[in-house]
């Protein structure tokens, strides 16, 4: 599955953006978005199931961001509310082949696909 993300940009802090990934084929597995700052590793953002939707998110986002698919159009969005410095970096998409239990959905090597990074820069 190919994966192209989209949406980032600059934005002052307390601004919003949203960020879009559209898969080239219908994905029935996890979707979720990660993030990686410079000299950082990638680190866990937000996740959804394909069936029940179910979501996920780091503490760090939980409040701010939210996450939301449409399988129609193969796609999975993340709204960023209320953004921080702190949030600057490039967020990627990646989907999973498969089911993913709970504890699970954090971690990079549970997904197979990965898009390109979208930048986002939060200024101060």
């Known amino acids: 599955v190919q994966l192209q993300a989209s949406g980032g940009g600059l934005v002052q802090a307390g601004g919003s953006l949203k960020l879009s990934c559209a898969a080239s084929?219908?994905?029935?597995?996890?979707m979720g978005w990660f993030r990686q700052a410079p000299g950082k590793e990638r680190e866990f953002v937000a996740a959804?199931?394909?069936?029940?939707?179910?979501?996920y998110y780091d503490n760090s986002v939980k409040g701010r961001f939210t996450i939301s698919r449409d399988n129609a159009k193969n796609t999975v969005y993340l709204r960023m509310n209320n953004l921080k410095p702190e949030d600057t970096a490039d967020y990627y998409c990646?989907?999973?082949?498969?089911?993913?239990?709970?504890?699970?959905?954090?971690?990079?090597?549970?997904?197979?696909?990965w898009g390109q990074g979208t930048l986002v820069t939060v200024s101060s």
């Open positions: 990646a989907a999973s082949t498969g089911g993913v239990i709970s504890s699970s959905v954090a971690f990079v090597r549970t997904y197979s696909d």
């Open positions: 084929e219908r994905t029935f597995g996890t």
């Open positions: 959804i199931r394909f069936g029940d939707r179910k979501v």
